[in-house]
């Protein structure tokens, strides 16, 4: 079975410029997280999904982060305009659930490295 | 609030050794799971081993094992007879419902585990 899909795996984009990160869960998942890594910072949860439905945004940075899940097995995490201080791996996630669900495994993708210059 | 503390930023096991990898936490929801993750020096993040907070055993997968010891708020890990390619980053982590509001996954601060021949 295919594990979580990101994509780009890496990408490096100039200052002031979009970033969309995509994502495609487990299928069958429909819970979805994003995370952000850094090294100062670790790993931060940025916004839940489920059942398509935002439950917490509580992470999300600024209002220049936005994420969608525009059907149930895909997602997409938007940066506009993007800073150097957003350079971090960004992971998604998914599980089987709800919000009382606490044993179900969260699987997570291989990550999207980001650089912004 | 809900928190996970890893205050081993760094170990050395030898191989074929084992070694245990420490993690506390503090919640006061009565309802809540622990997860253990380990992140290689390609960065994906790979689930290891899960307890539930009303499980009365200590989980085991293969050669790892979670030390649990519900009054203490600890969920150790243990590897049993390291192996080369157990060198890498370990999360603790913990799910829990917080109110009801949502069962984000809080991650600690990670133990980097060097397994030496």
């Known amino acids: 079975d295919a594990g979580v899909i990101q994509s780009p795996r890496h990408e490096v984009t100039e200052m002031g410029q979009e970033v969309t990160l995509r994502c495609k869960l487990i299928?069958?998942?429909?819970?979805l997280f994003w995370y952000r890594q850094t090294m100062m910072r670790g790993l931060e949860l940025l916004i839940y999904?489920?059942?398509?439905?935002?439950?917490?945004d509580s992470g999300m940075p600024e209002d220049r982060f936005s994420a969608k899940m525009p059907n149930a097995s895909f997602s997409t995490l938007k940066i506009q305009p993007s800073e150097p201080r957003d350079s971090a791996v960004y992971f998604c996630?998914?599980?089987?659930?709800?919000?009382?669900?606490?044993?179900?495994?969260?699987?997570f993708g291989e990550g999207s490295w980001l650089t912004v210059v | 609030a809900q928190k996970i503390t890893q205050t081993q930023p760094g170990m050395f096991v030898q191989e074929k050794e084992a070694v245990t990898l420490d993690c506390t936490y503090d919640?006061?929801?009565?309802?809540?799971?622990l997860f253990w993750y380990k992140q290689p020096s390609s960065g994906e993040m790979i689930f290891l081993i899960y307890?539930?907070?009303?499980?009365?055993q200590n989980a085991t997968e293969g050669r790892y094992s979670l030390n649990f010891q519900k009054a203490r708020k600890s969920a150790n890990l243990v590897i049993s007879a390291s192996q080369l390619g157990d060198s890498a980053m370990y999360f603790c982590?913990?799910?829990?419902?917080?109110?009801?509001?949502?069962?984000?996954?809080?991650f600690g601060t990670g133990t980097l585990l060097a397994v030496q021949p």
């Open positions: 996630a998914s599980s089987l659930g709800d919000r009382r669900t606490l044993g179900n495994t969260i699987y």
């Open positions: 299928s069958g998942h429909n819970s």
């Open positions: 999904f489920n059942n398509n439905v935002p439950i917490d």
């Open positions: 919640t006061s929801d009565p309802s809540y799971g």
């Open positions: 307890q539930g907070s009303y499980d009365q």
């Open positions: 982590a913990m799910r829990a419902v917080d109110g009801g509001a949502t069962n984000k996954l809080i």
